[in-house]
């Protein structure tokens, strides 16, 4: 059974410490392939600053190419909003009945696992992988005994989505930051600016 893990996010853009961690955890774990799944715009929330879903979608697809275990995932774009993380597994799961999906998130995230909806249903039928991140809170967590979670050694990237859309907003370059075709892309379309 192929072992799928996915990593959400609204990759807004994608960035090397994305591609880092997805390429890790693909490489480096008993995982099969790593699926970035692009969170769509939540209708009940503005956000100014965040891409139309198919230009983002398209940017993890360039992203991604010449990595054969990753692949892009716009599966939530078409499921109801809003969207809770439970029911993309269920539909996953039901579509591909062959594959065993599992979670990849940060540690921060995992901090807040318990105010996910369902959450307990997510434990009971999924395995989760945790790649560090810096941040501040307590290192301890209430799932730090559970056998479903697996904790990496992933190398710790600091950079955020946010920075790279303030810089450039601010005609700073940060093409070392972005993979060159997304760059590529962002220039063109004049995004962020």
Partial sequence: MKKIGLYFGTFNPIHIGHLVIANHIAEFSDLDEVWLVVTPHNPHKIKK????????????????????????????????????????????????????FCLIMGADNLQSLHKWKNYQ??????????????????KKSKFDTNKKIHTL?????????TFIREAIKNKKNIKPL????????????????
């Fill in 121 to 138: 249903v997510i434990l009971n039928h999924h395995e989760i992988y945790v790649y560090p991140r810096v941040f501040n809170g307590t």
């Fill in 49 to 100: 600053n965040l891409l139309n879903d198919n230009h983002r979608y398209q940017m993890v697809a360039i992203a991604i190419e010449g990595y054969p275990k990753l692949k892009a995932s716009k599966i939530e774009f078409g499921l109801p909003q809003p969207n809770y993380t439970v029911n993309t597994l269920a539909h996953l799961t039901e579509k591909h009945p062959n594959f065993k």
């Fill in 153 to 161: 050694d992933a190398p710790i990237i600091e950079v955020s989505s």
């Fill in 178 to 193: 972005l993979p060159n075709r997304v760059w590529l892309y962002l220039d063109e379309m004049n995004f962020y600016r």
